[in-house]
Nanobody, 122 residues
């Protein structure tokens, strides 16, 4: 199995930047598609970004295109989410996920982290 632990969350003002990390253990993540999802209070979990195992193919929700960047370092067994120009509507718990995916935006990932809180103030 794979354990995923998110870090880097916190409070930031609108327009600022934040970098989230997802550290994996148990097995290498080199063969997995990795993704970030987020969930605001009272709302369903939604797709944010995904990256294929090669690192050459990335996917983003329309709401974050041009502002967020997903990347991976397989040697460090870590995935990142660089969040720039953040908005109050980005406030949510952010979750890291891993899976052998065909449809990268699906919620059917095999492994999930416990999440890290991101709060954006105006």
């Amino acid at each position: 199995q794979v354990q995923l632990v998110e870090s880097g969350g916190g409070s930031v003002q609108a327009g600022g930047s934040l970098r989230l990390s997802c550290a994996a253990s148990g097995r290498t993540i080199s063969s997995y598609t990795m993704a970030w999802f987020r969930q605001a209070p009272g709302k369903e979990r939604e797709f944010v970004a995904a990256i294929r195992r090669s690192g050459g193919s990335t996917y983003y929700a329309d709401s974050v295109k041009g502002r967020f960047t997903i990347s991976r370092d397989n040697a460090k067994n870590t995935v990142y989410l660089q969040m720039n120009s953040v908005k109050p509507e980005d406030t949510a718990v952010y979750y890291c996920a891993a899976g052998l995916m065909g449809e990268v935006t699906s919620r059917e990932y095999t492994y999930w982290g416990q999440g890290t809180q991101v709060t954006v103030s105006s």
